[in-house]
């Protein structure tokens, strides 16, 4: 195949041709859109960080999920602002705290969407750390068993799949044992198994109000310079019980979802986090960028490196444009 007898451009010479010889496809079915549920009714508060991104109460949110639901959009994926942050993370497990308020609230309104929630405990410290502390340490062991009973409370008001990303040692196995012994022994863990250490999620931090009081989150997320180290971290998880592997952030650790989707048997997730939309808004808002084609080129470079699933604040726009096609 050398040129002259080979011409590549043969193939694009216009849509048609490009339509079908395209590799990879980018449909609503592959999206997951996360929400910031807070307490209170009729509060939608913009996050300055994230246009286009609010914290919602549990009445907007379900409304917000049934306008995802009309576009086509299979998935949420909730996070909480609980109404009191304390040491021992009380609200995460709360029978009627606001994660779980929230799923029942969707659940009964538009049943027919799955509600994934984020299990971790950073935004319901007031420490703002993932775990429980142990002399200024996040204790590992010591916050598996809340992490799990964290897990079983969304699993009981209703939550479809739940999804660790605490970056604890031995959690997916803590969550399946807690989940089957409650009974919840056919709800999926979609696991945030290569969770890095990374400055993408600042804008997230405002969303959540989950910034850690001191220090960072460096001694339980992984470092970005390693990708041997996250298939041992999928190894684990897969070994533990995970039905899910998901890599997160997204765009700076393409090469990373590439080795999960090549490495494992199972579906992969990639979180094309905060910090990865509002870089897109922001240059967007400045002119400097199209924004929906960055978008776009951003989101199917994700699945071309082997994401089956995105969780990304994109989603309602993305369906929007499918749908208009
Ligand atoms: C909770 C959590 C975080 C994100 C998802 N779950 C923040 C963090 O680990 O600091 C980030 C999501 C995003 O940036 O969009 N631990």
Known sequence: ?????????????????????????????????????????KVKKPITSMPGIFQLSVDYIVKETQRVKALGV???????????????????????????????GIKEKVPDILVITDVCLCEYMSHGHCGMLEKGEVDNDATLEVLAETAVSHARAGADVVAPSAMMDGQIGALREGLDEAGFDNLPIMAYSAKYASCFYGPFREAAESAPAFGDRRAYQMDPANSDEAIREITLDVAEGADVIMVKPALAYLDVIRRAKEEFDLPVAAYNVSGEYSMIKAASQMGWLDGERAMWESLTSIRRAGADMIITYFAPDVAQALAAK
Do not use: H
């Not at 998935?75 to 994660?99: H, Q, W, Y």
């Open 1 to 41: 195949m050398n040129f002259p007898e080979y011409r590549p451009r043969r193939l694009r010479q216009n849509e048609n041709f490009r339509r079908m010889i395209r590799e990879t496809t980018l449909s609503v079915d592959n999206l997951i859109y996360p929400m910031f549920a807070v307490p209170g009714t």
């Open 74 to 104: 299979p998935a949420v994926l909730l996070f909480g602002i609980p109404e009191e942050k304390d040491e021992v993370a009380s609200g995460a497990m709360a029978a009627d705290g606001i994660v779980q308020r929230a799923i029942k």
